[in-house]
């Protein structure tokens, strides 16, 4: 069973871990990424891949970062150090540790800038400033909030204050209290949008939109945003889902809850996405606005519907706490490093980590004002940090994961820490070793230009490559072992 290396946190209750990951999963992402980066690859073909990626890659992975947590009792690096060492493995393999703490941490730097403007249009909301009547004055009320730095910077530091607050009184008190209420209200709050979408005349559109394709392809970029953002949305690859899996009792199963919090998760975006399209369409707006899209059309929703001021601080509420609970699971894994390693406490740690991400985040905040010509290729720092942690840090970290799980550590590990039927783990054994690696393979390489996936015609090229992957993977595995063992 589990080897705890010194007495840890636990969650408090039987769904304790489950509401506490979910709380992770459920955020921004789900409500403010996932619409807008499906307008602007274009709507079905993008829903399509993200929901294979989901399946394929972010199911397994999430298991496998689960039973990491647990069996290594630690933050991202030292469970990490621990397990390969008890597999007798170099602890070399503990740099995905640091990879994952540090994606998580660029993350937050720019997730607290987007949770600033739930922030703040939940002040608007509350003292009238959203008053107006089309799209083109949402648009301006969104450029305006942007404009000046210090009313952008004031609430984004809000979020780190408040995040760091949470997180320095500790996982349970702080955690899993805010998400029992906070989901099911969530949901409803959807429901409401939902209700309302399909009496504005776009919902037809919408639905078209989301879930029909008939171009023949996805642009490479599109495909990398989807597999990214099946990390993003499911808190993978960056410590937080690693950390919260550390304070899992033994007796919990990993298999049971990360399907719970995947279909959570993938519920929530997709009503989202049912909430705001029909809006957009309604009012005439282009699907591909950009970050800004949610804010610009859901505030016209508002005002359309009865009691739309009710529910529209009712949303932006549950918009910012949703994003509160995401945002103190991507600081979770820094500081429970430095509690364990730097001999710090939990609020040392935690107002520590708290400045230097004021720090970046300021920086990201200064994108959308003073700073937007600051750009590097094109981008600014804000999409910088998007760009880098979603398209590339977070596949490969996954990617070294399921690698290390499939083929570098002993079967024990697993065998116990996930406890599946021999057919089941065999099952999982064949994700982790070749779907999983051979879908980010295919989209890096499809990405990186190397050779282009045309959707239809080349799928059974892609099975027959995965036929042949999975036949020299089994037969080169223990000298693959012996040669990645180091
Ligand atoms: N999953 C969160 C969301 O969808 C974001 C997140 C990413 C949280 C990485 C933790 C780690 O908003």
Redesign the pocket.
């Known amino acids: 069973m589990t080897t705890p290396q010194q007495p840890r946190a636990q969650w408090l209750g039987r769904w304790g871990f489950v509401l506490a990951a979910t709380g992770?999963?459920?955020?921004?992402?789900?409500i403010w990424?996932f619409p807008y980066i499906t307008g602007e690859h274009g709507g079905g073909a993008f829903v399509l891949v993200y929901l294979a990626c989901i399946l394929a890659v972010g199911v397994p992975v999430m298991m496998t970062e689960i039973a990491f947590g647990r069996r290594g009792r630690g933050s991202p690096i030292d469970a990490v150090r621990r397990v390969v060492t008890e597999s007798g493995r170099s602890s070399a393999w503990s740099l995905l540790g640091w990879l994952a703490m540090l994606a998580?941490f660029m993350?937050l730097s720019f997730?607290v800038v987007v949770a600033g403007w739930s922030f703040s249009y939940l002040w608007k909301m509350l003292t009238g400033g959203l008053a107006g009547s089309g799209v083109d004055d949402m648009v301006a009320i969104f450029v305006a909030n942007n404009e000046n730095p210090l009313n952008l910077g004031f609430w984004s530091t809000l979020v780190v204050v408040l995040t760091m607050l949470i997180v320095g009184r500790g996982v349970q008190a702080g955690i899993e209290r805010s998400v029992t209420w906070m989901m099911p209200g969530m949901v409803i709050m959807l429901l409401i949008l939902i209700g309302y979408g399909m009496t504005s005349g776009g919902f037809g559109e919408a639905w078209r939109f989301l879930f029909s394709f008939d171009t023949g392809s996805l642009s490479s970029d599109g495909m990398l945003a989807a597999l990214g953002h099946a990390f993003?949305?499911?808190?993978l690859a960056?410590g937080?889902i690693l950390t919260y899996g550390s304070y899992l009792p033994a007796r919990a199963s990993i298999v049971r809850t990360t399907f719970s919090v995947a279909m959570a998760d993938t519920l929530v975006a997709l009503m989202a996405g049912l909430a705001i399209f029909p809006v957009i369409f309604a009012n005439g707006m282009d699907p591909g606005e950009g970050p800004g899209l949610i804010f610009m059309s859901l505030p016209l929703a508002f005002q359309a519907m009865p009691m739309g001021t009710l529910f529209g601080i009712l949303f932006f509420v549950m918009l910012s706490m949703a994003?509160l609970t995401?945002a103190i699971?991507?600081v979770e894994a820094t500081v429970s490093w430095l509690c364990d390693n730097k001999g710090l406490s939990r609020r040392a740690a935690a107002w520590g980590t708290g400045i230097v991400l004021w720090l970046i985040s300021t920086m990201a905040m200064l994108s959308f004002n003073v700073g937007a010509d600051w750009t590097l290729l094109g981008r600014h720092f804000f999409d910088w940090l998007d760009y880098l942690t979603s398209r590339w840090m977070m596949p490969l970290g996954g990617l070294g994961m399921v690698l290390l799980a499939g083929f570098v550590l002993k079967s024990e590990t697993f065998r116990d820490e996930l406890g599946l039927s021999p057919r089941w783990h065999a099952l999982w054994l064949f994700m982790v070793r070749y779907v999983s690696p051979f879908g980010i393979l295919v989209i890096f390489v499809d990405a990186l230009g190397i050779a282009r996936i045309e959707f239809g015609i080349h799928w059974p090229w892609l099975l027959a490559a995965l036929a042949l992957a999975t036949l020299i993977g089994e037969l080169a595995s223990p000298r693959l072992r012996q040669a990645l063992a180091g």
Request: charged fraction near 5%.
């Open positions: 992770s999963a459920v955020g921004l992402g789900n990424k998580g993350i997730y993003f949305t499911l808190s960056s937080a994003a995401s699971s991507m």
